[in-house]
Nanobody, 120 residues
Framework: VQLQASGGGEVQAEGSLRLSCGAS????????MGWYRQAPERQRELVAT???????SYAGSVKGRFTISKDAAKNTVYLQMNSLKPEDTAVYYC???????????????WGQGTLVTVSS
């Protein structure tokens, strides 16, 4: 399973960005997709996830500002980020948990990061 993220960039505070991440390759099933982020000198942290059933979860710091959604037919997840703050500046990583083949263990997959920079 390969994850390809896009949509990062630089924006001023209170601006918006939309991240996209598509999964490709051999995929039996994807159970969860989402986004993590890592700011300089900080640990990677969960931003938002969405399950195959559509249940969502958000970090408290982004709740009400970020919205995660998915297009199951395209194995693609989106992160709409509004009211961005300088503290949202980080490398954002796409994440998925799934199986390549029916009898594989459920595995975590990571995409390459995409940089989001929010200037004040």
């Amino acid at each position: 399973v390969q994850l390809q993220a896009s949509g990062g960039g630089e924006v001023q505070a209170e601006g918006s960005l939309r991240l996209s991440c598509g999964a490709s390759g051999t995929i039996f099933s994807i159970y969860v997709m989402g986004w993590y982020r890592q700011a300089p000198e900080r640990q990677r942290e969960l931003v938002a996830t969405i399950t195959s059933g559509g249940s969502t979860s958000y970090a408290g710091s982004v709740k009400g500002r970020f919205t995660i959604s998915k297009d199951a037919a395209k194995n693609t997840v989106y992160l709409q980020m509004n009211s961005l703050k300088p503290e949202d500046t980080a490398v954002y990583y796409c994440y998925a948990r799934g199986q390549k083949y029916y009898n594989d263990p459920v595995t975590a997959y990571w995409g390459q990061g995409t940089l989001v920079t929010v200037s004040s």
